[in-house]
């Protein structure tokens, strides 16, 4: 019997991830700068940290420009006032709540934007907590998240919904059996993470986060050789074997 479901946002309840793609095109339109082709798929793949510098070496944009404070006022005013619904999301809400199904959201997004965007959209309601990876302080290649938003619910009678398959091999690490945006499911006995591989991805986005691309770079050449392919997405580090 599920009691508690635990629902990743950007992607399963949120249909978001179209902003990280055209985001810095939405940008340089906005500063009367044509984007180069195929601009969007190329900062997919980068931080935000990353993509402002890109931006701001690439394009000839005014000494004065705070490149990544106006993409992350960009971010916010699409969560506050576009993005939409996933298809489907507010049925599957209210079913669950119908059936007494405890739902918490285990996110990877500011708590800020995420709450307005669901607030809008009339979902906020389902709802009974939202952690985020940055209250936490540590990412989703880590269960601490799932433990919380379990809320002491015993992992065989909870529910997990992410569209991430590093989130979902995460998950399982806390969980016996999860279920994937499409109801693929995932036991954690299978394509298990080791923890080795977990260390260096979280070693390597701190190296992101302090601009030493040089270490990141050299972080992914070391787990490619381990046979594992690292991709960075809005929702963080996606990792995925070869």
Not at 48 to 73: C, I, K, N
Not at 79 to 87: A, G, S, T, W
Not at 197 to 224: C, F, G, H, P
């Amino acid at each position: 019997m599920i009691r508690a479901a635990i629902f990743d946002l950007d992607g399963v309840v949120l249909d978001s991830m179209s902003i990280w793609r055209d985001l810095g095109a939405r940008y340089l339109l906005h500063r009367g700068l044509t984007p180069e082709p195929g601009l969007g798929e190329l900062l997919f793949s980068m931080s935000m940290e990353q993509g402002a510098d890109y931006l701001r070496t690439h394009y000839p944009l005014p000494e004065s420009a705070d490149v990544l404070a106006d993409l992350s006022a960009m971010l916010r005013d699409f969560y506050y006032n576009e993005v939409p619904e996933k298809d489907g999301a507010h049925e599957a809400l209210a079913f669950l709540q119908d059936r007494g199904v405890a739902v918490t959201a285990a996110t990877s997004s500011p708590r800020t934007h995420v709450t307005r965007a669901l607030e809008r959209l009339g979902l906020l309601p389902y709802f009974r907590a939202i952690y985020t990876t940055g209250e936490l302080g540590v990412s989703k290649h880590r269960p601490d998240i799932y433990h919380l938003a379990a809320q002491g619910v015993p992992p065989r009678q909870c529910l997990v919904a992410e569209d991430s398959l590093y989130a979902l091999q995460t998950a399982a690490a806390a969980f016996d059996e999860i279920t994937g945006e499409l109801g693929l499911l995932y036991n954690r006995k299978k394509d298990e993470v080791p923890a080795e591989v977990t260390a260096l991805v979280e070693k390597r986005a701190a190296a992101k986060k302090a601009k030493d691309w040089a270490t990141a770079d050299a972080i992914r050449a070391e787990l490619t050789a381990m046979g594992w392919a690292v991709k960075d997405t809005a929702q963080g580090p996606q990792l995925s074997k070869l």
